[in-house]
């Protein structure tokens, strides 16, 4: 079975732009939820997607959205890129059945550097 | 609130040595616990997990974790470490009480030395 995907695997771009971030999720998982890593911050909760519909969403201001498709892939926009956007943003997969206790499937992550 | 502390940011063992990665949590309702570990340059891969039922959980590539329930605490340890042990460790907590999100902590740097 093939892992999560997440695309592209590196980005570079300038404040102002705005970038998508695509995942792909374990065939059969439902839920999918995105994380921004950096080094000083540690590993911040986004959103979380349960069946196209957003089920959990962090603390990130309005720039930061997503969505799921019906297919479970989800992508993450980000809208007018500031320099601490930069980061590895993660995203990660599971049945979705108990949210509580299910472990979480990563992804290798996509690392966005805004310059 | 929900947090999660891991107290250290790094950890520094002898290869063969037993290694303990520290993680203390706050919640109002009954703890989910988690640990994941980071390899360089890669996504988290789940290591263990605690719900209910023995304190002691078994997880992957050796490693087990305590729950201690009056000390709020879920620390991470393997009796004799590996090199490829070295990585960094995410203590993960979730209220299972409610659907709130999961809670991590800043994460500890293990360093194994031959």
């Known amino acids: 079975k093939a892992g999560v995907t997440q695309t592209p695997r590196y980005l570079i771009k300038t404040r102002g732009q705005q970038v998508t971030l695509s995942c792909s999720p374990i065939?059969?998982?439902?839920?999918v939820s995105w994380y921004q890593q950096t080094p000083g911050q540690g590993l911040q909760f986004l959103f979380e997607?349960?069946?196209?519909?957003?089920?959990n969403k962090g603390n990130f201001p309005g720039r930061f959205s997503g969505r799921q498709f019906s297919n479970s892939r989800s992508e993450m926009n980000v809208s007018t890129l500031e320099l601490g956007d930069s980061a590895l943003y993660l995203c990660?997969?599971?049945?979705?059945?108990?949210?509580?206790?299910?472990?979480?499937?990563f992804g290798s992550g996509t690392q966005l550097s805004v310059l | 609130a929900q947090s999660v502390a891991q107290p250290e940011d790094q950890v520094n063992v002898a290869e063969g040595n037993p290694l303990t990665v520290k993680c203390t949590y706050s919640?109002?309702?009954?703890?989910?616990l988690f640990w994941y570990v980071q390899y360089p340059n890669r996504g988290l891969q789940f290591l263990l997990k605690?719900?209910?039922?023995d304190n002691l959980v078994k997880g992957s590539y050796g490693f087990e974790a305590e729950f201690n329930k009056s000390q709020t605490s879920f620390h991470l340890k393997k009796p004799s470490a590996l090199v490829s042990d070295s990585a960094l460790y995410f203590c993960?907590?979730?209220?299972?009480?409610?659907?709130?999100?999961?809670?991590w902590g800043a994460g500890t740097k293990l360093i194994i030395k031959p």
């Open positions: 990660a997969s599971s049945p979705g059945v108990s949210a509580t206790n299910e472990k979480l499937f």
């Open positions: 993960a907590v979730r209220d299972g009480d409610s659907n709130y999100q999961l809670i």
């Open positions: 997607y349960f069946s196209e519909t957003q089920r």
């Open positions: 605690y719900i209910t039922g």
């Open positions: 065939s059969g998982h439902r839920s």
């Open positions: 919640v109002s309702g009954n703890p989910y």
